[in-house]
């Protein structure tokens, strides 16, 4: 085994530990394969170059190790492959002051059996109970139960 092939065999252990820690998470097939090349590439450094060399072999492998590490979780680069969007979306609010059982209102997309409706000339998320109700069609509201608002067809 000459010493480009040691050097490829710590290079390719090496990038699968840090491909295990942080892309693959868990004990996996890449941690388990990284760190059994490292060893025994540095076993065989120890066989088949002497102690000397097996020694300066695992110490520079130990210290590339920590050094890999540190600055793969130091550094900025991984925050560019971070998901950094924010959801917009909101919960459907419902004010007491502006909307009340009774309430009659229009259905903007079906029911199904829920959806949009229009009451007060604001939009809210609404169930029926159970049917389908189709767009443009007059609701009444039958029950509000904390966010949630209950319709039916108003006849």
């Known amino acids: 085994m000459t010493w480009s092939v040691i050097i490829i065999l710590l290079l390719v252990g090496l ?5 295990e820690i ?8 890449a941690g388990v394969l990284g760190t059994v090349l490292l060893v025994f590439t540095i076993w065989q ?14 110490a520079s492998t130990l210290v590339f190790t920590i050094l890999l590490l540190y600055f793969s979780f130091k550094s ?3 925050k560019k492959m971070m998901l950094n969007s924010k959801i917009e979306g909101k919960v ?6 502006k909307i009340k059982v009774g309430d009659i209102g229009k ?7 829920s959806g949009k409706g229009l009451f007060n000339g604001e939009y809210y998320e ?29 006849k």
């Open 126 to 154: 609404v169930h029926s109970q159970g049917d389908f109700i189709d767009p443009g069609k007059k609701i009444i509201i039958v029950k509000i139960n904390f966010n949630k608002i209950i319709v039916k067809l108003k």
């Open 22 to 29: 942080l892309v693959i998470p868990g004990v996996g097939v």
């Open 15 to 19: 990038l699968f530990i840090l491909l």
């Open 45 to 58: 450094t120890y066989k088949i170059y002497g102690f000397v060399a097996g020694h300066y072999t695992l």
């Open 76 to 78: 900025k680069t991984w």
């Open 107 to 113: 259905t903007i997309s079906r029911l199904a059996p």
């Open 92 to 97: 459907n609010t419902v004010d007491e002051k």
